[in-house]
């Protein structure tokens, strides 16, 4: 129903910080839960399985906007926005991509000015996860535009701030009930103390947190594939034809059977990333190679789980045609699969 009328799941996200799920990185002294990347994939993964939208929300406000906030920000920022974040008071997002910047973040046009004690920010934002409905923004804006990249900077944005304007909420083909937004800032004034981290160094800080949230990302792609193949397990030992179950025929059993490998292949990639990361090892190939097999592994798995369940997979009234529609963004979202290939041959040929 959430999925159809693109409905924010509100009631979920309140529960969800009660098990301290909106901070599941954060030191308990932080308000969050005091886990490891291991047990952020593994979370990711089981709520993926059944709910991808749900899942992108949790992934999002935790390895993006929280973690931004935590990792770069100074004491009294972790103290005033960290803590509402990871207790769940407050949702996150993270601003990255613009309509004239994708993969590319060079191309960035929102610039920050510094005005006597205030930063100035005029521009956009694009494609924002939580972007309606987040209270804690975290963006990206030129501080230096002759630099290009090496002249980012991030800056921590609260909802009520005069100059921000929520946009259009976009109508996706999957994670519908995942709330999706443009954002808009006019004459945006910020008080100096809002720049996070050093100036200058936020393309660089993104950088570090895109490739934790890639293995949130692979950590999903995997939810959503296993899902598919348990569904398609229970409807292949249901279903009927020509005197004997789907799960019979040899050409079932070949489908499933490269399901469950390519699954637990995905698994053992991801585990890797999140193992390399939580013992402060490079990651960064390792979470590209886990976030681009697991995700491009979904589209296929979700796929073939629509084949097995036939023209019901086609309908709305199969979960596996959900799981299909929302494993597309996994291939394109916090770095396509084609940026990924692009990471993964630099660190293979440096």
Same mark, same amino acid.
């Given at each position: 129903?959430?999925?159809? #009328?693109?409905?924010?799941? &509100? !009631?979920?996200?309140?529960?969800?910080? /009660?098990? &301290?799920?909106?901070?599941?990185?954060?030191?308990?002294?932080?308000?969050?839960? *005091? $886990?490891?990347?291991?047990?952020?994939?593994?979370?990711? !993964? !089981?709520?993926?399985?059944?709910?991808? /939208?749900?899942? $992108?929300?949790?992934?999002? &406000?935790? +390895?993006?906007? #929280?973690?931004? $906030?935590?990792?770069?920000?100074? *004491?009294?920022?972790?103290?005033?926005?960290?803590?509402?974040?990871?207790?769940? !008071?407050?949702?996150?997002?993270?601003?990255?991509?613009?309509?004239? +910047?994708? +993969? *590319?973040?060079?191309?960035?046009? #929102?610039?920050?000015? $510094? +005005?006597g004690d205030e930063w100035v920010i005029n521009g956009g934002k694009l494609f924002i996860t939580q972007g309606s409905t987040a209270g804690i923004y975290v963006i990206m804006a030129k501080t230096d535009p002759e630099k290009g990249r090496k002249g980012i900077s991030a800056f921590v944005v609260e909802r009520e701030t005069p100059g921000l304007i929520i946009g259009k909420v976009e109508k996706k083909l999957g994670v519908r009930s995942s709330d999706t937004a443009a954002l808009h800032f006019e004459n945006l004034h910020l008080p100096k103390e809002h720049l996070i981290g050093k100036l200058n160094q936020g393309y660089e800080n993104a950088l570090d947190i895109l490739a934790g949230g890639r293995i949130g990302i692979g950590a999903m792609a995997l939810g959503l594939a296993r899902g598919a193949m348990e569904r398609s397990i229970l409807y292949a030992k249901t279903r009927t034809q020509f005197g004997k179950t789907l799960s019979r025929f040899q050409a079932i059993q070949a489908k499933l059977s490269e399901m469950a490998t390519e699954i637990e292949a995905a698994r053992l990639l991801l585990y890797e990333a999140a193992w390399l990361k939580d013992n402060k090892k490079p990651y960064l190939r390792a979470a590209s190679e886990a976030k681009l097999f697991a995700s491009e592994l979904a589209s296929r798995v979700t796929n073939q789980a629509i084949q097995i369940h036939g023209g019901l997979g086609f309908m709305k009234e199969t979960e596996v045609e959900r799981f299909f529609r929302d494993a597309k963004l996994c291939e394109i979202g916090e770095g396509t699969s084609e940026i990924q290939r692009k990471i993964i041959a630099k660190t293979l040929l440096q």
């Open positions: 129903m959430r999925d159809e #009328t693109c409905t924010f799941p &509100h !009631e979920i996200v309140t529960k969800m910080a /009660a098990l &301290h799920l909106m901070g599941i990185t954060i030191p308990e002294t932080d308000g969050g839960a *005091d $886990l490891d990347a291991m047990a952020l994939a593994i979370i990711l !993964e !089981e709520i993926a399985c059944v709910d991808g /939208a749900v899942a $992108l929300i949790v992934a999002s &406000h935790n +390895s993006l906007c #929280t973690s931004h $906030l935590y990792q770069f920000g100074n *004491d009294a920022q972790r103290k005033k926005y960290v803590v509402p974040l990871a207790k769940g !008071e407050k949702l996150g997002a993270w601003g990255l991509t613009e309509p004239a +910047s994708g +993969s *590319d973040a060079a191309a960035m046009e #929102t610039i920050a000015v $510094l +005005s």
